[in-house]
């Protein structure tokens, strides 16, 4: 390894002018003696002495991707691996290319060790109304987990029910939110996704969690028992044939594509509430924002409070999140 040895006062100047070079080798350590600073270079630099010295290697800590890429065994194929998984309590999600699947097994045992889970999935995609993803364990036997989110534990099978990683921060948000005695409808409930955080921490006075998907519905009773609310009242059903009137302040819509459905949010709704509005709308329509949302309302005396773009759904495609103040005409 070489270095440039400078007078020990002129260390820092010296290395910052190899930086600015690209000469400076920042894989080795800088050392200084009593007299001398010694610079690692990647080569020899005019108007400077050389030295030789075996040199000190710096240790720099790998990351998560970093690690995988160096244990995964396959060498011709580590550029091949997902940059990108999802981690939910001890299962991880990931998409493989079709050039790794014959590898799956080793895929899977590689970010399980790195990443310390009990399971690996290779997740395709997500199917239907339902939104049931479609994929298959690559490492371990099990599909079903705890995550921690937020204080709330959610427990489902990743198999079977799709979680959004996406619409954290909307769950904190209306985790927040002031209820005190206020009734709540969560027309879409699935395994508690915005109830449970609801019922924790904002002191509704009772929220009506309603589900069409049974699997989604169990474990939505099983999680209000996991986190001990007991302001929950779990329905299974389609909420356009659940019979309630006039009985919510808040009515949450957390599903996209179901602006059919305002008409039985506002049915749920006292004489006046709030309908927090979930829905995908493209660059075009978010430009004229207002007109959309009065075919959608425009019939009722309301108000849009807030809007906010909760994430990217598609290319030039946002999923948009309203709070509508709504009076019934």
Do not use: C
């Amino acid at each position: 390894m070489i270095y440039i040895k400078v007078k020990r006062e002129e260390t820092e100047k010296a290395k910052e002018k190899m930086f600015e070079m690209d000469m400076l080798d920042d894989n080795y350590r800088i050392f200084v003696d009593d007299e001398y600073g010694y610079i690692p270079v990647k080569n020899h630099v005019d108007g400077y002495e050389i030295v030789e010295s075996e040199g000190v290697r710096r240790q720099r800590n790998q990351n998560p991707y970093e690690k995988i890429r160096t244990q995964f065994p396959l060498r011709e194929f580590r550029d091949l691996l997902p940059d990108k998984w999802e981690k939910f309590g001890d299962i991880v999600l990931l998409k493989l290319p079709e050039e790794l699947i014959p590898y799956k097994y080793i895929v899977g045992k590689t970010y399980s060790d790195v990443l310390n889970a009990k399971s690996v999935i290779n997740y395709q995609y997500v199917r239907g109304e339902l939104r049931e993803p479609v994929g298959e364990i690559i490492y371990g036997t099990d599909s079903e987990t705890v995550h921690l989110e937020n204080g709330i534990y959610y427990k489902f099978d990743a198999l079977k029910i799709m979680f959004s990683s996406g619409n954290v921060d909307e769950r904190i948000r209306v985790s927040k939110f002031n209820l005190l005695d206020m009734r709540v409808v969560d027309m879409f409930a699935g395994i508690g996704y915005f109830s449970i955080p609801i019922a924790r921490y904002t002191l509704a006075e009772r929220i009506i969690s309603i589900e069409k998907n049974p699997i989604s519905h169990s474990y939505l009773k099983e999680n209000i028992k996991i986190n001990n609310v007991k302001n929950i009242i779990p329905v299974l059903g389609d909420n356009r044939e659940i019979r309630i009137m006039d009985w919510a302040d808040m009515v949450l819509m957390g599903y996209i594509h179901t602006s059919s459905f305002i008409e039985h949010a506002v049915r749920m709704l006292k004489r006046k509430g709030i309908i927090i509005y979930h829905d995908t709308f493209t660059k075009e329509e978010i430009r004229n924002i207002e007109e959309r949302m009065d075919e959608f309302f425009g019939k009722y005396q309301y108000s849009i409070i807030r809007k906010h773009i909760l994430k990217s759904y598609a290319p030039s495609i946002y999923h948009l999140v309203f709070d509508i103040f709504l009076r019934k005409v």
